[in-house]
């Protein structure tokens, strides 16, 4: 889509707005969806769960040394 848009992206302010002003129009398309994948048998749909689950990543040099990897080449 990016490409088609020759890189023209909506920024975090413009896609938190849409979110706000269609929540009940996303609630029913995601209700929507789900039938959807009910109906071709991709869910069953006894149990739906969403992990919200936030991790920060930090791995640097400094964070994944090790003594057995201390000769091996690191990638920059």
């Given amino acids: 889509m990016q490409w088609l848009l020759q890189g023209l992206h909506p920024n975090y302010h413009s896609i938190a707005d849409f979110?706000?002003?269609?929540?009940t129009a996303l609630q029913n398309l995601f209700k929507l969806f789900v039938s959807f994948l009910k109906d071709v048998g991709l869910v069953g749909g006894k149990v739906i769960a969403v992990d919200g689950t936030?991790?920060?990543?930090?791995?640097?040099?400094?964070?994944?040394?090790?003594?057995?990897?201390?000769n091996a080449t690191w990638i920059t």
């Fill in 19 to 23: 979110r706000k002003i269609n929540a």
């Fill in 54 to 70: 936030k991790i920060r990543g930090n791995n640097s040099k400094k964070n994944n040394y090790n003594p057995k990897r201390s």
